[in-house]
């Protein structure tokens, strides 16, 4: 039941996100900036509803790849993203060079780790070697201005005194 729980909270969220989204981004930024209050709920409720019958209609197919194709986005994302984020906050010498090197190595390695045949998850290589290429792109960039290395530093002081 727990696993239930958490699918039903995750769907139900996702359903509000997309609805929201669609509301407020596309209908009200697009189809009618003047919306009323009580028009952008109407509309809401219908994407909702809209979206489910979506989602209902593609999980029909017991075929479908769906959970394939969301783990492979998230190791993109991972990949790409996670190190880059994690050095930024530990690492006052990250640089953009290293940044980019480590977003662009981290993509491109889940893009071409299933093609080794290795039953390896892509993200953990991605990962890996996204790492390296922040690490490598920012030792051989300049270091980071001194105003950037201070504010990291007070930053990083900052969450230590405050217990974060």
């Known amino acids: 039941s727990a696993i239930l729980a958490a699918i039903m909270?995750?769907?139900?969220?996702?359903?509000?996100?997309?609805?929201?989204?669609?509301?407020?981004?596309?209908?009200?930024?697009?189809?009618?900036?003047?919306?009323?209050?009580?028009e952008l709920v109407w509309f809401g409720r219908t994407m909702v509803l809209l979206v489910s019958v979506v989602a209902i209609w593609i999980a029909r197919d017991p075929e479908s790849k769906v959970l394939g194709l969301v783990s492979y986005a998230w190791a993109g994302f991972g990949a790409a993203f996670g190190p880059?984020?994690?050095?930024?906050?530990?690492?006052?010498?990250?640089?953009?060079?290293?940044?980019?090197?480590?977003?662009?190595?981290?993509?491109?390695?889940?893009?071409?780790?299933?093609?080794?045949g290795s039953a390896l998850y892509e993200m953990v290589p991605g990962v890996a070697f996204a790492c390296i290429a922040v690490v490598a792109g920012s030792l051989l960039d300049r270091p980071p201005p001194a105003h950037i290395v201070q504010t990291h530093r007070a930053v990083r002081e900052e969450l230590r005194v405050t217990g974060y």
């Open 84 to 116: 880059v984020v994690v050095f930024s906050l530990f690492w006052e010498r990250m640089t953009r060079i290293g940044a980019f090197a480590g977003m662009v190595v981290g993509a491109i390695t889940v893009v071409v780790w299933p093609m080794t």
């Open 9 to 38: 909270s995750t769907l139900s969220c996702q359903l509000l996100v997309c609805s929201s989204a669609l509301t407020e981004d596309f209908y009200r930024g697009f189809v009618r900036p003047h919306a009323g209050q009580r």
